[in-house]
């Protein structure tokens, strides 16, 4: 590595902490009273709004770092003796990584190898945008033994609609990508300079990527993992006010925990939380309180004493790799179904995790430069705002009927929920509001009665977990010269959002037009085929939630016909870029 590369790490990690301590006082000055959401495979998310002031200081504090930041780039180019040799050395500081992902851990929810702390424990974790938080099962990760481990006071939560989960928040290695080549024949094929095959960014793709210090929770309650399914944890993709932690320093002091920090997790027992310190009033914690004690695994009493205890936020794993400079601001998703593909009652699990269509990428730092994952050209989505990917729903129609207008969010909910609809891939299914779900109901009914009597007995979510026979979607059908699995009887479903179009201008700089986009879900998607056992099939959209605020979750339904690019360098909140995936 060159002199100047050595010089920027610092600077870097000095702009990551700065914009951390920037995130903290906003913490401070306003701590989040939202509850988080309910996914429909009981995942869920939340994102603090930044106070204009505090955003103000953060661009101008960025503004200063990365003036220092290139100031250091001029003299390492100043005193270089080959200039070209440090710009080859900057760009390949940022690259992307190119992950693997499988469908087979969470029930269709698509996870990513990672391997955590000095010991490189693998661990399952599911992609979603849908929050911020990098968590781990205790046993998977086995923090006894991981020599880079700094724990501290701080602690997390989340809770669900369906489960939840707490414990320790500590600092440990990460690193991806260690064996990620072997899942990539185009990049094997490419690996000979002297071949018409060779990708020079594929490779460079699969090579390992270490971030040091990076922020874990970790949960040892065995009750708690169960919010996982049979993956290890969540990594959280999501903006950085999502990702809380609490500060416990004057618990622990006032009854003299030891060690001094929340791990090891001093509130798995019975009774070890003190109601008192919790409801921080005047009574003491002595053998008559016990009956009012309790632990961590009460999760809405642990909620309130945790609500009581300073908030500091937490710079999250996808943030720390682009302030360290080693991904762009961006990544790229690419998935094939939303519920997981079981060809044959005898296939091992092993078998299953192989098949094609259980598999997809995670691309961090990427990037339109992965054309091997898609064809022709992008549609753009606004990113209205960064609480989740908050996007604008103008309309949903069915087939070529007339659009739907999708209905705005209620005011009550503006401050909370910022918009109609999310993009998340951490949900395996599509919620439409009432009124959408009606219409999606209508416009079946417009083209066969029969469709909606399939249909609306999975607005029972359990049915998801017992399907329909396949044969069903079929019947009254002729298949002569159609594929047995061949739904094109079925309407596709179009959704269409706030976006933009850019015009390319040769001799100025590019002009970019708001435009209405739509992004279709085709009925291959909706509907679920082989799953959850080989001849059924289950519906992938259900109708809107108890008390849910009109806003759309649109999950992977809506996005496994696409290579999708969450592009959060664009604009003040981002965009998202979906392209037709290529056929290969």
Request: negative net charge; glycine residues 6%; hydrophobic residues 35%.
């Amino acid at each position: 590595m060159s002199e100047q590369g050595n010089n920027g790490a610092p600077l870097a990690e000095e702009k990551a902490i700065l914009e951390e301590q920037a995130l903290n006082q906003q913490a401070a000055i306003q701590a989040s009273e939202d509850d988080h959401h309910q996914h429909l495979l009981g995942h869920c998310h939340h994102h603090n709004q930044m106070q204009q002031h505090l955003e103000d200081a953060k661009q101008n504090l960025a503004s200063t770092v990365n003036s220092a930041l290139k100031a250091e780039v001029a003299h390492a180019t100043d005193t270089a003796t080959d200039s070209d040799a440090v710009i080859d050395t900057v760009s390949s500081q940022t690259r992307t990584v190119k992950l693997p992902l499988v469908n087979v851990f969470a029930k269709g929810g698509y996870c990513v190898q990672m391997h955590l702390g000095s010991e490189g424990r693998p661990a399952n974790l599911i992609v979603d945008t849908g929050s911020s938080t990098l968590v781990v099962k205790k046993q998977v990760y086995r923090p006894h033994d991981d020599q880079l481990l700094q724990s501290g006071p701080f602690a997390q939560q989340v809770i669900y609609g369906a489960g939840g989960w707490d414990g320790p928040l500590v600092h440990t290695k990460v690193s991806v990508s260690q064996d990620g080549l072997k899942h990539d024949l185009l990049a094997q094929d490419s690996l000979d300079k002297n071949t018409t095959t060779h990708v020079p960014h594929l490779n460079l793709a699969h090579e390992p990527l270490d971030l040091e210090g990076c922020p874990v929770a970790i949960v040892p309650s065995l009750e708690h993992q169960k919010t996982f399914a049979d993956a290890d944890g969540i990594l959280g993709l999501a903006y950085y006010g999502l990702n809380k932690s609490y500060d416990l320093s004057a618990y622990i002091e006032e009854h003299e925990i030891k060690p001094a920090s929340t791990f090891p997790w001093p509130f798995l027992e019975p009774n070890s939380v003190c109601p008192a310190h919790s409801d921080h009033d005047a009574k003491s914690c002595d053998g008559s309180d016990e009956q009012e004690r309790f632990s961590g695994e009460d999760l809405k009493r642990f909620r309130k004493f945790l609500k009581k205890q300073p908030q500091q936020t937490v710079v999250p794993y996808f943030t720390r790799l682009n302030n360290s400079g080693l991904t762009n601001n961006r990544f790229a998703f690419h998935s094939k179904r939303s519920s997981i593909h079981i060809a044959k009652d005898d296939y091992t699990q092993e078998q299953i995790a192989a098949d094609p269509l259980n598999k997809g990428w995670l691309i961090l730092g990427g990037g339109k430069e992965h054309t091997e994952l898609y064809q022709g050209k992008f549609k753009t989505i606004d990113v209205i705002h960064n609480r989740y990917y908050n996007v604008k729903l103008y309309s949903m129609s069915v087939g070529d009927q007339a659009p739907v207008a999708a209905p705005a969010l209620q005011e009550k909910y503006i401050p909370s929920h910022k918009s109609n609809a999310i993009i998340d891939t951490g949900v395996s299914g599509i919620l439409l509001t009432n009124l959408l779900y009606e219409a999606m109901l209508q416009g079946f009914s417009n083209v066969s009665e029969a469709f909606v009597e399939l249909v609306t007995p999975f607005k029972d979510i359990r049915l998801q977990e017992e399907g329909i026979d396949m044969t069903e979607l079929f019947k009254g059908r002729d298949m002569t010269g159609h594929h047995p699995n061949d739904l094109s009887h079925w309407p596709t479903l179009h959704f269409t959002f706030d976006g933009e179009i850019t015009n390319e201008c040769p001799d100025k700089e590019n002009e970019v037009i708001d435009k209405a986009i739509t992004i279709s879900c085709k009925p291959e998607h909706y509907w679920q085929l082989n799953s959850p056992s080989p001849g059924k099939a289950c519906f992938k959209i259900l109708s809107q939630l108890p008390r849910w605020p009109n806003q759309c979750l649109l999950g992977t339904p809506l996005l496994n016909d696409y290579y999708v690019i969450f592009d959060r360098s664009a604009h003040e909140t981002g965009v998202i870029r979906f392209a037709e995936q290529s056929d290969s």
